[in-house]
């Protein structure tokens, strides 16, 4: 029995393409003359490939006036192209017998196909037609401003603390373009004129813009050739591609504020400034961070919950920016308690870090959780194939898919103490009271 049980797991890990990482994770990279960054990697160990462009615009890059484009164009971009008819993209995809989605942040758009390892080629078409032939028209643009702003009123505006992004981002940054969040602004949308959006396909859509990555079962001298034959010819961007330059100024002050919201429970969120992804301190900041506030054995969570029963549910929330972002942590408080006392038992507890070195045992049960975390995060053949786009995107370093571990557990107690007094400061916070909007009786 015991034979059987592990028999059936294995066969579940396969069909899912999840297995360890207990050896390096091999890949190869070239460019080609367009500035088409290229990543493969072969893993034999299920029939199926990842075919997967990652676009270096989020809504960092975008217009302050137009905010909400990046997002945008992952819906328009399923529209179809000059090649493939009007919503026959996803049809293609399944009758492969693939999945696809897309996803975007504040700093890049990410698009993919996973399919049977026979369909490479199928894949490599595909995205090379959303590089260069996009449907971006008036019929696709007219039906996704639709999707798009129904999408903000259901998800955001209408949603109990849908709106606590959207608050945080706008408090917190005053001069970074982080200050709006991903959704945008409806009324940019609705205002936007076609042409607007060409504009932006042909300005970050662009093979110089982008890497693409092939991972799963492939070879790759075969998987080389057929990315030439399907992306060579697509021509770079004519001109330079925007990065904004703005530096967000260092905190001196508190940001305070309540939203009144429709909900029923009140809520405490607290936001610090952080370093930038892939910094020492950045590393430092996450892990104090899930100490802090990440699962029911975290310390906001044993302290607020568990012991003095002040909260119903503690969350730390990453936003891993490209630039200078946010740790956040919400808390939940239980009936009737003011959000005062809630907050003043988080500051407690953040406190403790910054005066004390955490135990070494409790420092030891992190390292393992963030060792197991990123073992997990890489573990199925689509995972990692964005985890290498990723690294190249932000970092031009693919292989820190190799070695962001040992940046983790290059942490020390004492970095943890250091970054609690440093990020974890009140004059370097926003700090939004959720309360439920009065009763209009």
């Known amino acids: 029995m015991k034979k059987t049980k592990i028999f059936l797991i294995t066969i579940l ?100 196909e996973v399919l049977p390892s026979n369909q490479l080629e199928l894949g490599l078409w595909l995205e090379s037609e959303r590089m260069l032939h996009a449907r971006v028209d008036s019929i696709g643009i007219a039906t996704q401003k639709g999707v798009v702003i129904e999408e903000k009123k259901q998800s955001y505006d209408n ?41 932006f396909y042909d300005s970050f859509y662009v093979p110089n813009n982008a890497v693409l990555v092939l991972a799963g ?32 100024d260092i905190k001196t002050k508190e940001v ?47 302290s607020l919950v568990d012991d003095q029963q002040l909260a119903i549910q503690v969350a730390a929330i990453p936003l891993p920016f490209e630039d200078p972002g946010l740790a956040i942590t919400l808390a939940l408080p239980n009936m009737g308690l003011d959000c005062s006392v809630l907050e003043a038992a988080m500051d407690k507890e953040i406190e403790k ?11 030891q049960k992190l390292r393992n959780q963030v060792e197991n975390q990123i073992v997990a995060q890489d573990a199925t053949i689509a995972s990692r194939a964005e985890t290498l786009a990723t690294n190249y995107t932000y970092f031009k370093d693919t292989n820190r898919i190799n070695t962001d571990l040992d940046k983790y557990l290059s942490v020390n107690r004492e970095d943890l103490k250091r970054v609690a007094n440093d990020y974890f400061r009140k004059d370097n916070r926003v700090v939004l009271y959720y309360l439920p909007k009065p009763s209009a009786n």
Do not use: C
């Open 13 to 112: 890990l396969l069909a899912t393409g999840l297995i360890s990482r207990a050896n390096k994770i091999e890949f190869k990279e070239f460019d080609l003359p367009n500035g088409l960054h290229v990543i493969i990697h072969e893993d034999h160990s299920v029939p199926i490939v990842s075919v997967s462009v990652m676009y270096h615009v989020g809504s960092k890059n975008e217009n302050p006036e137009r905010t909400g484009f990046a997002h945008f164009f992952e819906h328009l971009m399923f529209e179809g192209t000059a090649n493939i008819k009007r919503f026959e993209y996803d049809k293609i995809v399944e009758s492969a017998g693939g999945t696809l989605n897309a996803n975007t942040s504040n700093d890049r758009t990410y698009y993919y």
């Open 159 to 199: 949603q109990p603390y849908g709106s606590f992004l959207i608050e945080l981002l706008g408090h917190a940054f005053t001069k970074h373009p982080y200050q709006w969040a991903t959704i945008g602004n409806a009324e940019h949308i609705r205002a936007a004129k076609d042409e607007e959006f060409k504009n």
């Open 217 to 248: 079962d492939i070879n790759y001298n075969d998987a080389k050739k057929m990315v030439e034959k399907y992306f060579t010819d697509i021509p770079p961007s004519k001109g330079e591609i925007y990065r904004p330059t703005v530096v967000e």
């Open 256 to 302: 305070r504020d309540t939203i009144y919201d429709n909900i029923q429970l009140p809520a405490v969120i607290q936001a610090y400034h952080i370093p930038a992804m892939g910094s020492h301190d950045y590393f430092a900041v996450e892990m104090l961070s899930q100490m802090l506030a990440t699962g029911q054995s975290s310390r906001l969570y044993k």
């Open 353 to 363: 870090v910054q005066n004390e070195l955490i135990p070494e045992r409790e420092f």
